[in-house]
């Protein structure tokens, strides 16, 4: 078995010299703990990452946010040193790790599989790292209570792990990870077996955690909620390439191209085009804005969120369309209006019948505007639903037939 770092050892023994250079990083901070540059990754020919570059903060909660195969997995692994970059460098605090094999890394894994020894109970589970380090029995116990805290499992030490819930084994794995104090933990997406409310409550939990500990969390997700409720930062991930990097208020609110306003929940995208400053043109109508610094004239693309959009009379409306379909969400009703051919999605909490003409109202804070992408004209439509029903129906008929 590999050996883990005892508290005795520095880190800087265990790196290279190198130092790294002074610029590429996508995020200038002082208190930088990983800095990835340039980093590329192929596996049998196919690009899986293509030029990352990206700081993450000592004490920050960063969430890689993508659709599978995007690279966020990959991107983890490269920071464990369970992959090794084909072009790029990796930073710890400050030294070049690139060929720092994982166990003399300071950071630690949480896996979606939490890989607990099913012969061990939950206090062995827990003190495992530290017995590896020849950790002295005393520490160990006063290490291994304070771990049980933190992750509220108190009376739970010989507790069988086989005989525990989901979330239960999720917090023996996270202890198991932190007590050997890493500077940094890796989840790879450590909700996805649970069920959705255990979700939310695990969610809170892992924050929690996190503040209490100051410890760099850097966490991998395909769900924007996740994403959304419990980072300091997200960085969203497509086709192997950064696309944004923001607050989690910012990639809802300011997102930079197509691909970021329709991943991160729902989004109407329009073509439109930039008129002036603080003056927009879609659908038809010119609108005030509160965006500037485009071209006059600029084909632009237009972000407006379902929540934003309000359901007026027709004679008040900016735009006029006539009702497709009414979902009831529970809390709000979300309709689908057609506006010359084009398909919006509204959220409203009052109820519209179907096929009825209904007016709406944008406020300019609720518009915003993003340059044209490669990504322009592929989302926004909410018509693509029905053709995608459409095409399970035949292929369902095939299948029965």
Sequence with gaps: MKRKLNETETFSETTESEQPPSDGCVAKTSNKIIELRNISKSFDGEPVLNDISLCINDSEFITFLGPSGCGKTTTLRIIGGFESPDIGDVFFDGARINNLPPYKRQVNTVFQKYALFPHLNVYDNIAFGLRIAKVKEAEIKERVTEMLKLVNLRGFEKRNVNLLSGGQQQRVAIARALINKPKVLLLDEPLGAL?????????????????????????????????????????????????????????????????????????????????????????????VCLDKGFEK????????RPEDVDVVAVER??????????????????????????????????????????????????????????????????????????????????IEE
């Design 297 to 304: 004239n600029e084909p632009i693309d237009v972000v407006v």
């Design 195 to 287: 069920d959705l409310k255990l979700r939310k409550d695990m969610q809170v939990e892992l924050k929690n955690i996190q503040t209490k500990t100051g410890i760099t969390f850097i966490y991998v997700t395909h769900d924007q909620e996740e994403a959304l409720s419990m980072s300091d930062t997200v960085v969203v991930m497509a086709e192997g390439k950064i696309q944004q990097i923001g607050s989690p208020t910012d990639i809802y609110n300011e997102p930079v191209n197509a691909f970021v306003a329709d991943f991160i929940g729902e989004s109407n995208i329009i073509d439109g085009v930039m008129l002036e400053d603080f003056k927009v043109r879609f659908a038809g109508h010119t609108f």
């Design 317 to 398: 409306g900016m735009l006029t369309g006539t009702v497709s379909s009414v979902t009831f969400k529970g809390v709000h009703y979300e309709i689908i209006v057609d506006i010359d051919g084009f398909k919006w999605m509204i959220q409203t909490t009052d109820y519209v019948a179907p096929e009825e003409t209904i007016g709406l109202y944008i406020e300019p804070d609720a518009i915003h505007i993003m340059k044209k992408s490669e990504y322009s004209n592929m989302f926004g439509d909410y018509s693509s639903f029905s053709d995608e029903l459409e095409h399970l129906s035949d292929i369902t008929e095939d």
